[in-house]
């Protein structure tokens, strides 16, 4: 007997070693016949079990117009809110008076997705995705101009949830 | 002259080769056994289902950085992994695969070397493998390594002596410790296991224990020792220690076979003992053997997934307290049992010795599972306590 070991008491006549390793080698045995729950990722991505929330916040996207314009106004709410300040925007103006951006850079790896710059934006205009897959061969892939914003495809997170979007 | 020679080269040339390609797939059957267990699906990428695996695994570990502890004893910390590899192949050696194999030249039987004290010999052999172990945990100059290895010292002393004690039974059985001899003792009746259960129950334990495989693992305890006495080891040299062990689990599983369960012999028939040895009978008996070693293989991997790891203390109690008492006792009873009815009833071994001898068995497994049964393994192992 080691010294300084606790010894708990045991009701003996519940305890039995022999039974309990018997009934583990059953269990383990029984969970090597059951379906596997492993997803296989690169070629299934989502299951009937799991699928990306609708809420997910990913890989930003810029919506547009129907004139293929990008939505944004530049009226500077993303850059002022964003906690991360990865958002740079410069504001030009057209001959009619109208504000659109000039440059407008989001970092990604800057970026803490919170998805403050999607509420705040009166226009509707910027957006975090229901999107992952946002890898790069080098660093500076990471910036993303309004071009490549606008050209995302991937569906736009709800930020809440659309059948109790207060959270009750 | 040259025939038994040139036969022999390629026997040692096939075998060595099955048991590396054997070992390299064991370790992925591990994993993906283990996976299914835990309801994944394991290493399934590199092959079909994983077949390439191993190949990977093992091209990784060519192409690793070989670290040597500065402080480390640089001619034992090369040597261990040898020390501990080699006689993991060796051991292999004696132990019949198949029945003998009739070619153009003579018959050629189906063991690397039939050598006529076979039992002794994986005895001897299979104890010089701690001399790895210790060496490593020595040599490697690193306060987890030696205790990894003074474990591993301690217990495969400790179960040795079960383990032999145990197969005392086997050879008052089968008056020889040749193992072909044993195996044909064993077509004439029945398995071993029939006449022999509980000197089977020992002999499990104690191979799981010389293998150091959970759950008596505690040589390597990660969770205790990082990863006992092979911590300081990196690249092949640790590749070596990885494949010694599951060579040692080969080597044990096929000595289960063959000891308690008729090795090469097809069950409940006598058509591949008797008559002339032809192709056919050398395939089937081999295809017989390799399927009672992976079931051992198999219920290895099953039990490394399910018990937890013994404390130390419970280690030693369960072999000197438990473990050896039984098999001298199993034993003793035994060789009256066996001189009662030899000597005094004149029987020869064969279906009716077995029967009678299974019965005796039969009986003894009731009372030690009774007693067991009473939580004695592990709550026995300690104080009582006087409350």
């Known amino acids: ?168 | 002259m040259t025939f038994p020679l040139v036969a022999s080269a390629i026997k040692v040339f096939v075998v060595f080769n099955l048991i590396m390609v054997g070992v390299a797939l064991l370790t992925l059957l591990e994993r993906r056994v283990c996976a299914w267990m835990q309801d994944r699906l394991g290493p399934n990428r590199v092959g079909p289902q994983g077949l390439f695996q191993p190949a990977a695994d093992g091209l990784k570990n060519f192409l690793k950085e070989e670290t040597s502890p500065a402080m480390a004893d640089k001619a034992l910390f090369t040597l261990a992994p040898i020390v501990s590899f080699v006689p993991a192949l060796l051991t292999f050696g004696v132990i019949p695969f198949a029945a003998p194999l009739p070619t153009k030249w003579g018959v050629v039987p189906m063991v690397v070397a039939d050598l006529p004290v076979g039992f002794l010999y994986i005895l001897a052999i299979s104890s010089l493998g701690v001399y790895g172990i210790v060496l490593a945990g020595w040599a490697s100059n690193n306060k987890y390594a030696l205790l990894g290895g003074l474990r591993a010292s301690a217990q495969m002393i400790s179960y040795e002596i079960a383990l032999g004690m145990s197969t005392v039974a086997v050879i008052l059985l089968a008056g020889n410790v040749t193992l072909s001899q044993v195996i044909a003792q064993q077509q004439h009746g029945l398995p071993f296991v029939i006449p022999l259960t509980i000197a089977f129950v020992i002999f499990f334990i104690s191979a799981f224990a010389e293998t150091n495989r959970l759950p008596f693992d505690l040589p390597e305890a990660e969770g205790e020792l990082i990863a006992g006495y092979h911590t300081e080891y990196s690249a092949m040299k640790f590749s070596m220690f990885y494949i010694a062990e599951y060579s040692n689990m080969v080597t044990a599983s096929a000595l289960m076979a063959t000891l308690f369960f008729g090795g090469w012999d097809i069950p409940f028939t006598s058509w591949d003992s008797t008559g002339e040895p032809s192709v056919l009978k050398t395939v089937l008996t081999l295809l017989s053997f390799s399927a009672k070693t992976f079931f051992f293989l198999f219920t290895y991997i099953w039990v490394r997934w399910t018990l937890p790891r013994f404390r130390y203390d419970q280690l030693m109690a369960l072999g000197w307290k438990v473990l050896l008492p039984l098999s001298l006792i199993y034993i003793t009873l035994l060789a009256v049992a066996i001189w009662f009815i030899r000597i005094r009833l004149g029987w020869e071994y064969g279906r009716g010795m077995a029967a009678a001898l299974g019965g005796l068995n039969l009986v003894l497994l009731i009372a030690l599972v009774w007693w067991l049964d009473r939580g004695r393994i592990v709550s026995g192992s300690v104080q009582e306590e006087t409350a």
């Open chain 1, 1 to 168: 007997m080691a010294i300084g070991v606790k010894v708990m008491k045991r009701p003996t006549q519940q305890t039995s070693y022999l039974r309990a390793t018997l009934k583990g080698m059953a269990l383990t045995f029984s969970h090597l016949l059951r379906p596997k729950v492993t997803m296989q990722y690169p070629e299934e991505k989502s299951s009937k079990d799991w699928t990306l929330s609708s809420r997910w916040r990913g890989t930003h996207r810029m919506l547009t117009d129907e004139q293929g314009r990008a939505k944004c106004v530049a009226c500077g709410l993303c850059p002022q809110i964003c906690p991360a300040n990865c958002i740079k925007l410069v504001p030009g103006e057209d001959e009619d008076g109208h504000r659109y951006p000039l440059i407008y850079e989001i970092d990604e790896f800057r970026c803490i997705f919170c998805g403050y710059c999607q509420e705040v934006c009166p226009e509707e205009a910027i957006h975090v995705g229901v999107h992952y897959e946002n890898s790069e061969y080098s660093r500076d892939r990471f910036v993303y101009d309004l071009e490549r914003l606008t050209a995302q495809t991937h569906p736009v997170s709800t930020l809440w949830d659309p059948s109790d979007p207060k959270g009750e």
